[in-house]
Each structure stands twice: as C-alpha cells, then as structure tokens.
C-alpha cells in the first residue's frame, strides 16, 4: 500500500507572530518556518505504518513555494520515500485556499493511487480545518477525523477520534482520508544520516497547470489584526481583599 | 522594634514583612541553609533602599540583599539580618533598539527582561536554567555564567553600568553607557560578583545583542571527550565564530535524564559516552537562505561539517532539531541539570573550571582519585565545554558526611594542579569559602578584605560571606 501525505510549511509555531503593519496579514520575512506540527504526526504514522509492514511507500506532497522543499526534505530525513513539490506561487505570503489544495491532491491522488492519506487535522497557520474533508468529498473516499489512534484492518479501518468530550471509535472503508490530531504519536528526530541520505531521495516538481487545477482564489481577507491586549492585573494585599475582589467581579 | 518601626515608616508597613509571611525567605532553593531573618523589606525605588540602608547602618544591623533567591552557594542566608528583596524593582525602564542597550532596576526577573527586547529584535544572552525567578541584580552581583558565555561573556561582560547603594546609605551612580570611559578605577566591577557584600545593587545598564535570525541546534554523539575541541574549533571555523552554546552530558546523564523526567528519550539511536548539545547562530538574512535541495545555508554548513566527522570516525552520530519545538525539547534537556543533581544529603557539588584543554585530564584525575577514597560512591557531571566550565559532583556511598571534605580537597587539589578555578559561576557565599580560605592566592585574599572594609567598614552587607575569616587560614 502507499501512503500519501500532504504537508504545509507554515510559520514555527513557538515563533511569535507578527501582523504586517498594513493588517494586509501575517509578516513571514525572515521568520523561521517549520512543517505545520499535525503534519509532522501524519508523517511519523506513515513512517510507522511501513516499519509495521502495513504500507510499501511514503510519498510526501506539499503545495506552496519553491521553498517548500525544506519542509519536503525534512519529511523524507523522517522516512519518507519520496516527494512532489507543487509549486503554486512564488510569494511566501500567498495562501492557496483549501479548496484549491484539495483539487491538487486529488489530481496527485489520480496519479499516485494511494490506499490511504495521512494528513494533519489543520494547518496552524490559517486554522480551516478544511482540506481533508473537502478531499473526501472530491475523491469519494470515506474519511476519518480529528484521528488520536489508527488499525488499518485490511479493507477498512479501525480509527479512534477526539470529539468534544472524549473518544468516538468508528470503521471506515479503504481507501480512506484520515486527518490526524496532536496525540497520535510523538514525532523522531531527523539523524544527520538519514538527513543526508533525503537530500538523494527523488522529488518531482509539478505546478498547478500540470495537475490542470485552477487555484484563483476565491475567499478575501478582509482585515488581519493582533489579538487584544490582556487588560493588566491587580495586585492584592491579602486573602480577605481578594475575596471581596472577586465578589466585586462576580467570580465568586 | 524600633528598627523595623523606622523602616515601615519609610517603605510603608505592608512591604516589611516578618514572621510566617516571610517563610519564602528562610531558605533558598537548594534547601541546604535555613535561616530567620530580622524582617524582609520590599522597596520601591533606589530611595527606599536608601532608607533602609541607613537605618540599618545607623543601628549596626547586617543588611543582606536578595533577588530570585536561586543561587547555589547560601549567598543569601540572613540570620537575624534585614534582607532586602528588590522584587518591587522590576522595572524595565528603557530600552534603546539602536545603541543595543538596556536600562532595568535589578529586581527585573531575567526571563522578563529577554522578552522586553525580543519585542525589539534583541537579545540579552545571558540564559540557565533559574532564568524565570533569578533577578538581574543577583546575576550581576553573582557574574552569572550559564551556557552562552562561549560567545557573549558572563554577566560582567554583558554590564556597562551600575547604581548600588552603599552600607552607609550613599548612592553611587555608576549608570554608564559607553563603551569607552577609561576616568580612573571601574569601580562598576569590585560589585560584579561581590555577592551583595560590598553594596546593594538597584539599577542597571545592559548590553543587548542583535536577535539571531536562525539558529541551528544539534546533539552530537562522541566516542571520546578528546573528540570535542576538534568539532567546536571547526564549526567555530565554519560558521565565522557562530557557536552560540557547546554542553556537553556524559551517558549517565542521559540515563538519568530519562529515568527522572517523565517522557523524557534517548536523543539517539544507539547510546553514546560523549552528548553534546551544539547551537549555531546567524544574524545573516542570507544564512537563512536554502541550497538546491531546500536547507537553508547556516544548517547546510552545520550538516556537511558533522558528516564530514562522522564519516571520518570523529563523531558518531547526530540529530539536528528541524523545528523550534524540537530545538527546545534539546535545551529543557540540559537545562534540567539543577532538577536532577540536587536533593542528595551529603554530595559534594562542584562549579569548576578548567582550562579548554584539561577537561578530559579533571574528569579522568578525578575518577582515579575518588575510586581510592569512596570506591562505592558515584560520579555525576556535565559540562559547559565550550568554557571549561564543569559541574562535577560526587555521590558518596553513604550518608554521614565523612567523605565531603577528602572529596573536596581532591577536587580541589587537580583543579589547582590544572591551573583552574574551585568555582566559575556559581560564586563564593557560605559553601565556597572554606575553599577561598584554601586555595585562593592570599594576596589576593588580604586585598580583598582591604577592599571590604573600606567600602562597608561596620561589616554589614552581607556579613560571613565570601571572604573567609583572617584566622581561618
């Protein structure tokens, strides 16, 4: 079986943000930017699944700039097998919608004929939470989200999601769209062997037009803006004071 | 009592504070002093310590100032003293983005102050572990060291300017910040690691760096010590001096790591006697900049120099972090030496330094030599090697005490065969003295206590610290 996994370059999640001083959106000059952190578990479950024996190839996909081949080589130092840039701008700061990114993955999928996508639940950048339900529905896949545990059972799954206030176990049928969440696994270290030994591993570069996908966007970014300062505290002298304080708030 | 009336009439009652509210001050974070000062004063402004100084002085009562209280020598034990905590004085009050410095009261947590000039795209290299409690005054007044020293010095070289008050209650404004100012003694250093016993430091002025667009961090598997200074000196080389940090931790550290803290894992593949925690950093827009196949160049260098190593058998393997998570799970690693080396009733702990090229010879000395006098106790060390500075200490196979001194004077006795230091950043205060009294040039010791009784004649600031007593010796 081969894995396919879709991986975004977005902004570190530890760096701190900064919106462009025209709220045109966030500034990515210079910043240091990783493979989005949900991605980097659907890479490492891909990995595991060719170390258990249950897949026979890793391809990992990403669609953005030219630099994204980074955010590629680090998947293939994990252990992927090989890599498809999709070249879709040449500017760090364009976003290419979700829809559009599905397209392209579905074009990727017609070729590669996966049994199976491993891809993150979101992006942290831009938070849609979109790409892999849309590319279920472009494929007619069966999809599982939101994934802290994974069985692939043959023609089906055994898939363990996290909803809101706990845990859904569901069967999905293969070949299947599974987006995953933070605790499906903990993702390796890349070793500088394996880090040298990805920059041999192939990567196809593709664009858009190639896969005969139209990515113009369709949704407008009104306005970007910091979040609101948090309105600074008190310092209270004593126990008595501080009750009578969260008396005042209503608190208690 | 009278004292304490006249402070509360100059601070205010609520900020001296005694008996159980002062519990947090009755010992410091390693546990090992326990003490019950007179009262704990908390000024607002340099005025107040004024205040506070003068009173004292007047009424011959011991002053001892105290910040973060995380220092590891009992430098701020206070046994019927008035300490004086500067935590009111936090204030960061200015910082000036393009002459690279900072003006900040030394109450001001260390933390704190990193993320006030981040804001500007700067940095105050100054970075360990106690850095979200410990103050900036007692990391002047301690010259703390920590795991950038390699390049950007210790705290007395990330100082240009100083206000202390005086036993006396004087102001010596100090508040400097050229560069350049050769106008007779700077007096600025005599505060600098004299752990509150010459004066009370309230202010400062710092130097700030320009923030690294890029860092790269590493752990790198060694077979021997030897192999170290070879893979510094070439990445030095090859990143133009950009070696940030080089830390290194011995196999049991690993181990240990691994069995204390939860979730804790095994850096490599395979184990190896020699980890070193490496970081490289660029303030070079185009070290950002990727290859042909997609690295950004700073970490091209770091990799094609360490396959270089290892493919000729001079390192064994490494990990490059591949993200900012990544990069700080590496450093909490190391940064957890102070959890897992304290709470052992009777080891004997140790803040050496040696030069660059005697680690090796310490650490192989110090084996042979404990082996003859506790064969059953245990060695536990880690290292700031890039400046041959060395946390070594010793686990003694029981609990009574006897081995603490032969231990010591072992240690000792090779730091000062390899021409080296009994403490290189944690300073003197009460646990070090015993060794100041040893082994510390006594030249150098007679002026030493000239210079503390000229500037605090009644004995005062700080009392019983540092210096050892004349008849000690």
């Known amino acids: 079986m081969k894995v396919l996994v879709p991986v975004k370059r977005v902004i570190d ?66 252990g992927a097998d090989r890599a498809i840039l999709v070249v879709a701008t040449e500017d760090v700061h364009a976003d290419i919608e979700p829809l559009a990114v599905a397209k392209i993955l579905k074009a990727v999928i017609d070729e590669e004929q996966p049994g199976i996508v491993l891809a993150g639940k979101q992006a942290i950048d831009n938070d849609m939470n979109a790409t892999g339900q849309m590319l279920a529905a472009l494929t007619g896949w069966s999809q599982a989200t939101f994934v802290s545990e994974l069985d692939i059972q043959g023609d089906s799954a055994l898939v363990t ?34 880090i040298m030994k990805a920059k041999k591993k192939p990567m196809d570069e593709k664009t858009p037009a190639d896969l005969g996908v139209d990515i113009a966007p369709r949704l407008t970014i009104v306005s970007t803006g910091e979040p609101e300062a948090r309105a600074a505290g008190i310092k209270v002298g004593s126990v008595d004071e501080l009750v009578e304080k969260l008396k005042e708030v209503g608190a208690v | 009592m009278e004292l304490l009336d006249q402070i509360r009439a100059s601070i205010g009652d609520k900020y001296v504070v005694t008996r159980q509210d002062a519990q947090a001050w009755t010992r410091d974070w390693t546990d090992v002093y326990h003490w019950q000062p007179l009262a704990v004063t908390r000024p607002a402004n340099t005025e107040e310590v004024q205040a506070i100084a003068r009173a004292c002085f007047a009424q011959n009562i011991a002053m001892v100032p105290v910040g973060g209280n995380t220092g590891l020598t009992g430098a701020t034990k206070a046994q019927d003293a008035i300490m004086i905590s500067l935590d009111r004085m936090n204030a960061i009050r200015e910082i000036k983005p393009n002459a690279q410095v900072a003006i900040v009261e030394s109450g001001a947590v260390l933390d704190s102050i990193h993320q006030a000039v981040d804001d500007h795209d700067l940095v105050f290299p100054l970075i360990f572990g106690a850095r979200g409690s410990a103050m900036i005054g007692g990391n002047l007044s301690t010259n703390a060291g920590g795991s950038n020293v390699l390049r950007y010095g210790n705290t007395r070289d990330l100082c240009l300017g100083l206000e202390v008050v005086l036993a006396d209650g004087q102001v010596m404004n100090l508040m400097s910040e050229l560069r350049k100012d050769n ?9 600098i690691g004299a752990e509150g016993t010459l004066g009370i430091i309230t202010a400062a002025v710092l130097r700030l760096y320009r923030k690294p667009l890029a860092y790269v961090t590493a752990m790198v598997g060694l077979r021997q010590l030897e192999d170290a200074l070879p893979l510094l000196n070439r990445l030095q080389n090859e990143t133009g001096g950009g070696v940030e940090a080089f830390e290194f931790m011995p196999r049991r550290y690993i181990e240990r790591h691994i069995e204390i803290i ?45 396959m270089d190593m290892i493919s000729n058998d001079k390192a064994q393997d490494a990990v490059i972090a591949q993200n900012e998570a990544q990069r700080r799970s590496m450093w909490a690693r190391r940064e957890a030496a102070a959890e897992i080396t304290v709470g052992f009733p009777g080891a004997v702990d140790t803040d050496v330094a040696v030069p660059l090229e005697a680690v090796p010879s310490f650490l192989k000395q110090m084996t042979a030599r404990v082996q003859k006098i506790d064969p059953e106790g245990y060695e536990f060390y880690l ?15 029981d609990r009574s005490g006897r081995f603490k001194e032969p231990i010591t004077e072992a240690i000792e006795d090779v730091v000062l065969e390899l021409q080296g230091s009994f403490s290189a950043e944690h300073g003197i205060g009460l646990s070090k003295r015993n060794s100041m009294a040893r082994r510390k040039d006594p030249v150098a010791l007679e002026m030493m206590r000239a210079i503390k009784t000229a500037l605090d004649p009644k004995n005062l600031m700080n009392p019983g610290k540092v210096y050892p007593e004349p008849e000690a010796r």
């Open chain 1, 13 to 78: 999640y530890n760096v701190k943000v900064r919106v462009k001083a025209d709220g045109s959106g966030v500034d990515l000059a210079n910043v240091k930017m990783s493979m989005n952190p949900f991605d980097e578990i659907a890479v490492e479950q891909a990995i595991r699944l060719k170390e258990a024996g249950q897949a026979d190839e890793v391809v990992a996909v990403s669609i953005g700039v030219k630099q994204n081949q980074e955010t590629l080589r680090t998947a293939l130092a994990m």
């Open chain 1, 161 to 194: 999601r996290e909803v809101d206030g706990g845990l859904q176990t569901i069967k999905v049928s293969m070949p299947t769209i599974v987006t995953v969440d933070l605790r499906l696994n903990e993702p390796r270290y890349a070793s500088l062997p394996n």
């Open chain 2, 183 to 191: 106008t007779g003694l700077n007096l600025k250093h005599m505060f």
């Open chain 2, 383 to 397: 290292s700031h090697l890039g400046d041959g500075n060395l946390h070594y200490t010793f686990y003694p196979s």
């Open chain 2, 262 to 306: 939860s979730g804790a894992d095994e850096p490599f593949e395979g184990a190896h006697e020699v980890n070193i925690l490496v970081e490289v950093a660029s303030t070079r827009a185009s070290d950002l900049q990727p290859d042909e196949s997609g690295t950004p160049k700073l970490q091209a260098i770091l990799e094609t120099a360490l």
